[in-house]
């Protein structure tokens, strides 16, 4: 199993990237998929959630409106389109796959927003 995330980086305060998690060794489109952070000292938080139809989103209020999450079950990828972001942001981004008591993650991506 792995998922490998990608399109971190620095960015100006009101700027936006987008990451991608591709996936592989398992199901993809069975799976719900999650974005989550964690900045520095402090405790790995939920940012986004698709369940495996793409039916359901979530989203944390520290986000809401700015970023997306989707996904591409043929591509067996997730992505989070993050706009107008503010340096609080800052933090490594995990994806993460869940089903069930099943869970698996990504070793993460860094996204630093700084003038």
């Known amino acids: 199993v792995q998922l490998v995330e990608s399109g971190g980086g620095l960015v100006q305060p009101g700027g936006s990237l987008r990451l991608s998690c591709a996936a592989s060794?398992?199901?993809?489109?069975?799976?719900?998929m999650s974005w989550y952070h964690q900045a520095p000292g402090k405790e790995r938080e939920l940012v986004a959630s698709i369940s495996s139809t793409s039916g359901s989103l979530t989203y944390a209020e520290s986000v809401k409106g700015r970023f997306s999450i989707s996904r591409d079950n043929a591509k067996n990828t997730v992505y989070l389109q993050m706009n107008s972001l503010k340096p609080e942001d800052t933090a490594v981004y995990f994806c993460?796959?869940?089903?069930?008591?099943?869970?698996?993650w990504g070793q993460g991506t860094q996204v630093t927003v700084s003038s």
């Open positions: 993460s796959a869940f089903r069930s008591s099943t869970r698996y």
């Open positions: 060794g398992f199901t993809f489109s069975n799976y719900h």
